[in-house]
């Protein structure tokens, strides 16, 4: 059973950092995907980070947004930097597993940017 938990969530100010964590258990991981979902607005994808480290990224994180992974603990990571209203929502983290080549989604943490 993979299971994989999101946190490191919360209200920050505009211009404000936050860093996200994704934990899988059950397998290791062979991609990492983050997804947000505002309300009201379709679950968009956010960045990537492959097997081999590559990463992708939406445009409209480009430079503020990076994601990253420790294959020692099986986890990874979206520090989020300058962050806008336009970035709050639910963040979701999916995982695809080594052994068996599936998707394994987290619950998701809220993300809120407000002054």
């Known amino acids: 059973q993979v299971q994989v938990v999101e946190s490191g969530g919360g209200l920050v100010q505009p211009g404000g950092s936050l860093r996200l964590s994704c934990a899988a258990s059950?397998?290791?991981?062979?991609?990492m995907t983050w997804f947000r979902q505002a309300p009201g607005k379709e679950r968009e994808w956010v960045a990537s980070?492959?097997?081999?480290?590559?990463?992708n990224y939406q445009d409209s994180i480009k430079g503020r947004f990076t994601i990253s992974r420790d294959n020692a603990k099986n986890t990874g990571y979206l520090q989020m930097n300058n962050l806008k209203p336009e970035d709050t929502a639910v963040y979701y983290c999916?995982?695809?597993?080594?052994?068996?080549?599936?998707?394994?989604w987290g619950q998701g943490t809220q993300v809120t940017v407000s002054s």
């Open positions: 059950g397998s290791s991981i062979y991609v």
């Open positions: 980070i492959f097997g081999d480290g590559g990463t």
């Open positions: 999916k995982v695809r597993a080594h052994f068996n080549d599936l998707d394994y």
